[in-house]
C-alpha cells in the first residue's frame, strides 16, 4: 500500500501499459498533455471494454501559473434523432444498445486535438506520430486480454451479439475472447496511423469521417457526416468551489462535476471529526451526497442555463450554508432518486513544470453501444441513451442538444501549495469516490494510495440492479456500520475490492517539487513515475 513518489513526472491510468506510454512521453520531453494523449490512446488499444475513440471526454488542466481550463469534448445528439424517429421504431425510451442508441457525435478525438493547441507555448510539442505511436503498436502486434474485458464480453455476450461486426471480432464462433489470450485490432490501429497522417480534425472531415459516418448509417444509426462536420470541442472556465482546504475544480454542465464539488462543498460545512471512516465522516458524505445529487437530477444537463445557475450556486455562500443546513447528522434522508449508470477510464499527468492534467473519456456503457463501425474498428458510445423521449424538461431529446454526462474529472489547489489530480470510473460512484479519497488525503492525512486502497461506498444503482441502497466493501468498523444502520442508512454489503466501486487515480504535486501517485487495485492500472 506504498504511495509511490517521485521528481520528474508521474501518470496514472487504469491500465499499466497505458501509464508507461504515458510516462514514455513525458521522458521524451513531452509536457503532461501530451502523456495524457499518448495515454488516452493506448487505454483504446489495451482497455477497450471502458474507454476508446468513439466516446466523448472532458479535461481539467492547472497550469503553475495558477491558470485552469477545462475542455468540453461532448458530442452533440444527431439532427435526425428525433422523437418521431424512435417513436416509428415503437420505442419509449432510447435502447441501451444498437443503432439507435449510437445517436450522438464522439467527441474524445477532438479534445485530443483542444488540449494539444493548449499544451503548444509549454513545451516543443512532440509529432503526433510519436504520441499515438504505442496506441498503434498494441493494436496491430497485439495486447493481452485483461480480466475485466473477458469477464464482460461473456457476461454481455447475448446483449453484445446483435451487431455483426462486433460478433465476428470479438465473439468469433460465439466463443468470447477470453483473459490472457493476445489479440490484434487491425482497424484501430488504420485508424490511428490515419490519423497520424491526415491530423485529428480528419476524424470530423475527409475520408475518415464518411467511413464512419456510413457504417453508422448503415448500422442504423441517425448520425450522418454533417453532424461530425459541425462538431467542436470546447475550451472554457471549469467550475470551482472554494473550502477551508483550497479551491476545487470540476467540469461545467452537461457534466456531473457540480455534484462532485457541491459533495464537498457541504462536507466541509459539516462537522468534523479525530479521524476517518467515523460514523460521522460516512454519514456526513452521504447526505451530502443526496443533497448534491438532488440538484443534480433536476438542475444538471445540456440546457443553457444549467451552467449559469451552478456557477452563481457555487459562488453563493449562504446557498451552500443553506443547503449544508438541510443535513441532519443523525438521521438519513430517504432515498429513491433513480441514478445513472456508466462505464470509464479517468487518468492523470503532471509534469516537472508542474503542468497537472485530469482527464476522463468514456464509451458509456462497456463496449457502448455495441456498434463496432468496420471500417475504422472503433467502438461507438450509447452515451445518448441517457436521453428522455420527451419534447421539454431534464435531458429531453432535443436534436443538437448535448446528454447528461456522469464523466467528471477533478482537480484542487490546496491551501499548503499542493496540486492534486483525482478522478474515477463508475457513474453515479464518481462524486462519491472523488469525495472518499478528497476526504481521506486532505483532511485526515491519509496516505494517497492508501486513500484508494481503503474500502468505499456508494449510494444508488450499481450495474443491472435497481436498488439505491447504501453499498458498503467490508472493512469499516462494526461500530461505525450499526451506527448507519440506526441512523437510517438500507445498507447492502458487496465483496472486498468490488469493481462497482471504480477504478480510481489520483497524482499530486507538492510544493517543493516532489510527486505522490496512486491508482487502484479493484483495476489494472499502475502509477508510472520518473
Known amino acids: ?47 477497450p471494454h471502458m474507454t476508446g475513440l468513439g466516446g466523448d471526454g472532458f479535461w481539467v488542466i ?57 499544451s503548444a507555448g509549454h513545451q516543443p510539442n512532440l509529432p503526433l506520430e510519436r504520441l499515438l505511436r504505442d496506441a498503434i503498436h498494441y493494436a496491430s502486434t497485439g495486447r493481452v486480454v485483461s480480466e475485466s474485458e473477458a469477464g464482460l464480453l461473456k457476461s454481455k455476450q447475448a446483449e453484445l451479439s446483435g451487431d455483426p461486426t462486433f460478433r465476428a471480432t470479438c465473439l468469433p464462433g460465439d466463443a468470447p475472447w477470453v483473459e490472457g489470450s493476445i489479440q490484434t485490432s487491425p482497424f484501430l490501429a488504420a485508424t490511428l ?117 451552478i456557477r452563481a450556486l457555487l459562488a453563493d455562500q449562504n446557498a451552500l450554508d443553506g443547503m449544508a443546513a438541510r443535513i441532519s447528522m443523525t438521521e438519513a434522508f430517504p432515498w429513491t432518486e433513480e441514478t445513472q449508470w456508466g462505464d470509464t477510464t479517468w487518468m492523470g499527468a503532471i509534469d516537472s513544470n508542474g503542468v497537472a492534467v485530469s482527464m476522463i473519456q468514456s464509451l458509456y456503457f462497456e463496449f457502448g453501444s455495441g456498434v463496432m463501425l468496420p471500417q ?15 419534447p421539454s424538461g431534464w435531458n429531453c431529446l432535443l436534436p443538437g442538444s448535448k446528454p447528461f454526462h456522469t464523466l467528471n474529472p477533478a482537480a484542487a489547489r490546496l491551501n499548503d501549495g499542493r496540486t492534486m489530480v483525482y478522478g474515477t470510473m463508475g457513474g453515479e460512484g464518481q462524486p462519491q469516490t472523488q469525495a ?38 467490508p472493512g469499516f468498523a462494526p461500530e461505525v456500520v450499526q451506527a448507519l444502520h440506526k441512523a437510517g442508512h438500507v445498507i447492502e454489503e458487496l465483496p472486498s475490492l468490488s469493481s462497482v466501486m471504480g477504478h480510481a487515480g489520483a497524482i499530486v504535486r507538492h510544493s517543493n517539487g516532489r510527486f505522490e501517485g496512486a491508482t487502484d487495485p479493484r483495476s489494472d492500472g499502475a502509477v508510472a513515475a520518473w
Open 1 to 47: 500500500m506504498q504511495t509511490p513518489n517521485s521528481l520528474r513526472g508521474m501518470v496514472t491510468s487504469p491500465h499499466h501499459l497505458a501509464s508507461q506510454a504515458g510516462l514514455d512521453v513525458l521522458k521524451d520531453g513531452g509536457t503532461a498533455i501530451e502523456a495524457v494523449v499518448a495515454t488516452a490512446a493506448a487505454l483504446a488499444a489495451v482497455y
Open 62 to 118: 492547472s497550469y503553475p501559473n495558477g491558470k485552469t481550463i477545462a475542455i468540453d469534448a461532448c458530442g452533440r445528439l444527431a439532427r435526425n434523432a428525433t422523437l418521431d424517429l424512435y417513436a416509428q421504431a415503437g420505442h419509449s425510451i432510447i435502447p441501451w444498445r444498437g443503432g439507435l442508441a449510437a445517436n450522438t457525435v464522439a467527441g474524445t478525438v477532438s479534445g485530443w486535438e483542444a488540449a494539444l493547441k493548449e
Open 193 to 309: 496511423r490515419s490519423l497520424v497522417q491526415h491530423g485529428l480534425r480528419s476524424f470530423y472531415e475527409g475520408d475518415l469521417a464518411k467511413g464512419m459516418a456510413a457504417d453508422l448509417e448503415v448500422a442504423g444509426s441517425p448520425l450522418r457526416l454533417d453532424d461530425f462536420l459541425t462538431h467542436q470541442a470546447e475550451v472554457k472556465a471549469p467550475l470551482e468551489v472554494q473550502t477551508s482546504l483550497g479551491t476545487l475544480y470540476n467540469m461545467a454542465p452537461p457534466t456531473q462535476g457540480a455534484a462532485s464539488l457541491l459533495i464537498l462543498a457541504l462536507e466541509d460545512r459539516l462537522p468534523h471529526h479525530d479521524g476517518p471512516e467515523t460514523f460521522e465522516h460516512l454519514h456526513g458524505l452521504i447526505e451530502a451526497t443526496k443533497q448534491a445529487f438532488r440538484y443534480r437530477n433536476r438542475e444538471i444537463d445540456g440546457r443553457s442555463t444549467a451552467e449559469a445557475d
Open 376 to 390: 475504422s474498428g472503433l467502438f461507438w458510445q450509447n452515451r445518448g441513451s441517457s436521453f428522455r423521449l420527451k
Open 436 to 473: 472518499a479519497i478528497f476526504s481521506r488525503y486532505t483532511r485526515y492525512g491519509v496516505p494517497l494510495q492508501e486513500a484508494i486502497c481503503r474500502p468505499r461506498w456508494l449510494l444508488g444503482r450499481t450495474w443491472g440492479e435497481e436498488s439505491t441502497s447504501l453499498k458498503l466493501e
